[in-house]
């Protein structure tokens, strides 16, 4: 049995820190307690990161744009509502696939090809399925995360519908066309 707590101090210098402590009874062969062990480190900096990490989850919740995360073979591990809706997916069907083998696009070779580890984070724009067989048009810029030693180890897609705009660029071209030949 122990026991957990996280509390403030302010240091000599008028530092705040965030220190977790973590105590336990120690009792003697009676039961009786006999002293208390413990052991406090400062936690600040992890707290910090905890904070920033539920601030940018809340983000990347709420925006409008689907965010997936992928790990280094490109299997997916976390995707916001948003690009579960665009792509018409449940997150239990899309979870530890790839999604190339989930969607099928007009131009796979193309996606994958500027999908890659050397991807310059430059956007891209193709013709995909959703998983319930609707077409739609996507923009998409991946962008590769490094661990602190240096590796690769997950991808960050963001993906924008652009279909709307696809059907009246195409529609524009096509009244160019005919206008031509008036």
Known sequence: IYNEINYK????????????????PI????????????IARNVTQKVAVDNEVKRLSIVAQKINN?????????????ANNAYLKLFEIDLNDLLGNRPSDLFKTD???FVLENVNL??????IEFKVQTFSGNWIWVEMTS???YDTKG?????VEIISDITERKRSELALIENERRLRFI
Do not use: C, Y
């Open 9 to 24: 101090i302010k240091t000599p210098k008028g530092e705040i820190r965030v220190i977790n402590e973590k105590t336990s």
């Open 151 to 155: 590796s690769a180890s997950q991808i």
């Open 118 to 123: 050397n991807s310059k984070n430059s956007s």
């Open 107 to 109: 131009s796979t070779d």
């Open 27 to 38: 009792f003697n062969e009676s039961g009786e307690l006999i002293k208390i062990s413990g």
């Open 66 to 78: 689907g965010v997936l995360i992928s790990d280094i073979e490109s299997n997916a591990i976390w």
């Open 143 to 145: 962008t590769i995360l």
